[in-house]
């Protein structure tokens, strides 16, 4: 079975700070990552997705990279602000159980300003 | 493009007492998810729905939940009766190429 694993838990940080965030997870074989963010109260907002047969994404100030090899992922926020401040969850999709999704518990971000 | 509804958004009740939650996904995804997310844990997926078939429901107690999605649009989700550990968010996601969407989910506390 698929473990997703992210650390760390929480992290807190100066306004203006590159940060990084990692995912980890058991099982190579995935078929898709996914990095979401989620504020208090909100659901899931999709950020990048990540195909098993790509290495990195970007959309602005966010990049994704994805080593299948290792099992990680990381997702660096450039230049960060207060409005970053959320819940960042990664989840992998697995091949052998109907490309289903495992999240991780998630990263809490809190950017000072 | 409307995104994924969920109804209601907060739900009380006590131990014992049924609950049944909505949701309407994006309109022509065809892959519909329902996840339960306890606090501070990341979502923990309930059932798995490709049109009006059940996909993966292997962590559905269906011994107190269960879910349907007759015409392959909206779908429900039924907890009866509900139990203190299922205080949680119930999230629903819909997906035509893999790329998840997620309603704003229903926060259920139950007493």
């Known amino acids: 079975k698929q473990e997703v694993t992210q650390i760390p838990a929480a992290l807190s940080v100066p306004e203006g700070e590159n940060l990084v965030l990692n995912c980890s997870f058991t099982?190579?074989?995935?078929?898709?990552l996914q990095w979401f963010r989620q504020d208090p109260g909100k659901g899931l907002t999709s950020l990048l997705l990540i195909q098993s047969s790509q290495r990195e994404q970007t959309s602005g100030r966010l990049n994704a990279s994805l080593d299948k090899s290792s099992g990680r992922s990381t997702l660096y926020i450039a230049a960060s602000q207060p409005g970053d401040s959320a819940t960042y969850l990664c989840a992998v999709s697995s091949p052998a159980d109907f490309n289903k999704f495992y999240f991780g518990s998630g990263t809490k971000l809190n950017v000072k300003p | 493009e409307a995104g994924v509804a969920q109804s209601p958004r907060y739900k009380i009740i006590e131990k014992r007492q049924s609950v049944a939650f909505w949701c309407n996904p994006i309109?022509?995804?065809?892959?519909l998810y329902w996840y339960q997310q306890i606090l501070g844990q990341g979502p923990k997926l309930l059932i798995q729905?490709?049109?009006?078939?059940?996909?993966?429901d292997s962590q559905l107690p269906k011994d107190r939940f269960s879910a349907e999605r007759l015409k392959g649009v909206d779908s429900t989700l039924k907890i009866q009766p509900a139990k203190l550990e299922d205080s949680a968010v119930y999230l629903c996601?819909?997906?035509?190429?893999?790329?998840?969407?997620f309603g704003p989910g229903t926060r259920l506390t139950v007493l």
């Open positions: 996601a819909s997906s035509l190429t893999g790329v998840q969407f």
């Open positions: 309109s022509g995804h065809a892959t």
């Open positions: 729905f490709q049109n009006n078939g059940v996909v993966d």
């Open positions: 099982d190579s074989a995935i078929y898709n």
